[in-house]
């Protein structure tokens, strides 16, 4: 069992930073892949970022990469998401997600969720 709790979230101006945590609980963090979904208003969940359980693997939804980057630090039970060059579509609530190793890009092969944190991204 995981249980996670995001924070960061908030209101920038296009251009700005942010910089999203996940704090989870539990002994066995380090063997879950993890990942950020987001969703705004009237829209689906969708993915945005994702790492391996080890670190190594990255992977971005094509709207993020290189503006985006998704870490993790396993010996703090955290996981965070630097956002850079924020623009007003990036506005939503971001989630932070937990799965078996190989999860990847789908919101279904996640087991653990958090309640999620607001980015408002202002033109």
Same mark, same amino acid.
């Given at each position: 069992?995981?249980?996670?709790? =995001? ?6 101006? !296009? ?7 996940? &704090? ?10 993890? &990942? %950020?979904?987001?969703? &705004?208003p009237? /829209? =689906?969940? =969708? ?5 391996? %359980?080890?670190?190594?693997? !990255? ?5 993020? /990469?290189?503006?985006f980057?998704? !870490?993790?630090?396993? &010996?703090e ?9 924020? /623009?007003? =579509?990036? !506005? ?11 999860s ?8 653990? %969720? ?10």
């Amino acid at each position: 069992q995981v249980q996670l709790i =995001e924070s960061g979230g908030g209101l920038v101006q !296009t251009g700005g930073s942010l910089r999203l945590s996940c &704090a989870a609980s539990g002994r066995t963090f380090n063997t879950y892949n993890m &990942a %950020w979904f987001r969703q &705004a208003p009237g /829209k =689906e969940r =969708e993915f945005v970022a994702g790492v391996s %359980w080890t670190g190594i693997s !990255t992977y971005y939804a094509d709207s993020v /990469k290189g503006r985006f980057a998704i !870490t993790r630090d396993n &010996a703090e039970n955290m996981l965070f998401l630097q956002m850079n060059d924020l /623009k007003p =579509e990036d !506005t939503a609530v971001y989630y932070c997600a937990a799965g078996p190793a190989g999860s990847s890009y789908y919101r279904g092969q996640y087991t653990f %969720w958090g309640q999620g944190t607001q980015v408002t991204v202002s033109s």
